[in-house]
């Protein structure tokens, strides 16, 4: 008895094989390309989350909304970054810990970021 599409080219189990060990072996070498990029949303005059946790090697990627500047600044002195409005500004987290930072024109915008290895 023939399955309508029993006639169909397949790919030998040998060659899927291959593919797996393939892949198995680029997620490997790819173990420290997992970095994420993690949004910080600023709107009127807050970050958004307020809180955030990541890993080393994580972006994180500020998204200034309001019309006025803003400025992600590390209180440990690892980042200071200006957000023009309605622009974007990244920081690269490059060590372990808990990092708080606020924006240099309302100093009442505060955020924290708890950094993994
Ligand atoms: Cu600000």
Redesign the pocket.
């Known amino acids: 008895m023939l399955r309508p599409n029993s006639n169909k080219p397949r790919m030998p189990a040998r060659a899927v094989a291959g593919c797996v060990f393939g892949a198995l072996l680029f997620a490997l070498a790819a173990g420290s390309a997992r970095a994420e990029v993690i949004r910080v949303k600023?709107e009127k005059?807050a970050f958004s989350p307020q809180q955030i946790s990541g890993h080393v090697g994580d972006t994180v990627e500020f998204v200034n909304a309001?019309f006025?500047?803003?400025?992600a600044t590390a209180r440990n002195g690892a980042w200071d970054v200006m957000i023009a409005p309605n622009k974007t500004a990244s920081v690269v987290l490059k060590a372990a810990g808990d990092v708080d930072y606020y924006?240099?024109?309302?100093p009442n915008?505060t955020g924290r970021i708890s950094i993994a290895k």
């Not at 006025?68 to 400025?71: G, I, L, P, R």
């Open positions: 600023i005059l309001d006025v500047a803003h400025t924006c240099k024109l309302h915008m």
